[in-house]
């Protein structure tokens, strides 16, 4: 069973940063397509970013050039750093985890954390 844990959230003013973890059961981040995604109050999950198991990066259009997915394979751990943040940006992040191998923001997830929120404030 993969397990996902998100950790990083928290809140930050505009114009600030933040890191998003999560960490995953062992070997996950190495052999799945990883991802983020976040849900708004009152707005549908959409998704942030993900990078696949080549390390290929995917990202939503509104956070390119201010978010940046990463992993480390030996800590099965995933990363967001988020910069610029904005209050629209203020959502519970979710980390995923895919079966495939490559995967992009629209792709299907097959596991889910809990999730962390982030709160952006003016």
């Known amino acids: 069973q993969v397990q996902l844990v998100e950790s990083g959230g928290g809140s930050v003013q505009a114009g600030g940063s933040l890191r998003l973890s999560c960490t995953a059961s062992?070997?996950?981040?190495?052999?799945?397509?990883m991802g983020w995604f976040r849900q708004a109050p009152g707005k549908e999950r959409e998704g942030v970013a993900t990078?696949?198991?080549?390390?290929?990066?995917a990202y939503a259009e509104s956070m390119k050039g201010r978010f940046t997915i990463s992993k480390d394979n030996d800590k099965s751990t995933l990363y967001l750093q988020m910069s610029s943040l904005e209050p629209e940006d203020t959502a519970t992040y979710y980390c995923?985890?895919?079966?495939?191998?490559?995967?992009?923001?629209?792709?299907?997830?097959?596991?889910w954390g809990k999730g962390t929120l982030v709160t952006v404030s003016s």
């Open positions: 062992e070997s996950t981040v190495r052999h799945y397509c």
């Open positions: 995923a985890a895919g079966i495939s191998r490559w995967c992009t923001v629209y792709s299907g997830m097959n596991y």
């Open positions: 990078i696949s198991t080549d390390g290929s990066t």
